[in-house]
């Protein structure tokens, strides 16, 4: 079995970082996969691969604990899928009719849980 590591990328058009842990198996595999939105959280999206804008930054054989993601007290959340007319206005975001934003946060198993601006 292969060792588990963590690494930190960064992105080479926003600059942003990302830690991500596994195995180097799975790190090569994930680069070679479509870029799509920037797991940097710089909400941009690119064509290409992930090898072609993300960059390993540093290695480690100590993992780091995951941050576990924990509801605010300052935000509305909401269920998006029970908001009506709803229309996207690009990487995730959506406004409804009355001209409410609604965006989101990520937790650490990468579900998406949206809240009004």
């Not at 963590?6 to 180097?24: A, D, I, M, N, Y």
């Not at 937790?107 to 009004?116: A, F, I, Q």
Request: glycine residues 10%; proline residues 3%; aromatic residues 10%.
């Amino acid at each position: 079995m292969s060792e588990v590591k963590e690494w930190r990328l960064k992105c080479k058009v926003c600059g942003g970082t990302v830690k991500t842990q596994g195995t180097e198996v799975q790190l090569d595999e994930w680069m070679k996969r479509d870029f799509g939105e920037c797991p940097a959280g710089g909400r941009h999206v690119e064509l290409g691969k992930n090898k072609d804008y993300l960059t390993i930054e540093s290695e480690s054989d100590a993992l780091s604990e995951i941050p576990k993601w924990e509801p605010r007290a300052d935000k509305r959340y909401v269920d998006i899928h029970k908001v009506k007319g709803l229309r996207h206005c690009g990487f995730g975001v959506f406004a409804d009719e009355k001209g409410n934003i609604y965006d989101y946060e990520l937790d650490e198993k990468g579900s998406r849980h949206y809240y009004v601006r």
